[in-house]
């Protein structure tokens, strides 16, 4: 398609765009009362939702690079939240919003480098750059409420890996988490470990591996939930339970 909008497309990222337009279909649409993109991609069609207060090329180059990996084949997202919701087990910790933000910070991970290579501005990859994706006051609450008795909190669950993700996929560098991650690993040494090793097997993946041997999205989504699922049953041994 031809873009009339001034501001989305130029030198940086025009090479990316016709190479994605070779094998989808890309719309822009224009949106109201907000400052944040959107994209929503179906089969080999995708529209990339503008606020028309905020035309910047940075931010749609953002969504082009969550396509390109669509066109990679990697749904490492869509993959989590399928065999999630199957789960009887899983479904105790894993909500629907909280797949959604497990597979969008697990796409910011992989597309930040790009984004950064091609010369766009790191303080621009999310609109909340500056705001620090977990706090100690933060990180105090899941201690608090983590377990009563022999109920483990689900929600807190939810909250913790909620936490751990967006901290993992945090572009803006001037943020110090290294406390905040030592407390998290502290409060479950078990799940941060499972989660750890998901994030740097996601680090070390190829988005077009030339191995057949190496760790593609789908083993690597396999793998995880077969450990949280382990991790959730041992959460309700011995009487204890998840609420």
């Known amino acids: 398609m031809k873009y009339q909008i001034k501001g989305l497309v130029d030198n940086r990222n025009s090479t990316l765009l016709k190479e994605l337009e070779k ?6 649409e224009l949106v109201d009362n907000t400052l944040e993109y959107g994209c929503y991609s179906i089969n080999y069609s995708s529209t990339i939702y503008v606020p028309k207060s905020n035309i910047c090329s940075d931010s749609f180059t953002h969504e082009l690079l969550h396509i390109y990996l669509r066109s990679k084949g990697i749904f490492i997202g869509a993959r989590l939240k399928r065999k999630t919701q199957n789960s009887e087990i899983l479904s105790q910790i894993y909500t629907e919003p909280l797949l959604d933000h497990i597979g969008n910070c697990l796409d910011h991970i992989k597309i930040l480098p790009i984004y950064l290579n091609l010369g766009f501005e790191r303080s621009k990859f999310l609109i909340d750059f500056e705001k620090k994706k977990c706090t100690k006051q933060e990180v105090e609450q899941i201690k608090r409420y983590w377990k009563q008795g022999t109920k483990y909190n689900s929600q807190v669950i939810e909250f913790y890996l909620e936490k751990y993700f967006a901290i993992k996929a945090c572009p803006n560098t001037d943020f110090y988490y290294g406390n905040i991650i030592q407390e998290l690993s502290q409060i479950d040494e078990k799940l941060f470990s499972i989660n750890e090793k998901l994030i740097n097997r996601w680090l070390e993946m190829k988005i077009e591996p030339q ?8 083993i690597i989504a396999e793998d995880y939930l077969y450990e949280m699922s382990n991790w959730v049953k041992s959460k309700t041994e011995n009487d204890n339970e998840i609420i």
């Open 23 to 28: 094998n989808y279909s890309i719309k822009v």
């Open 211 to 218: 191995d057949i041997l190496e760790d593609d999205y789908v």
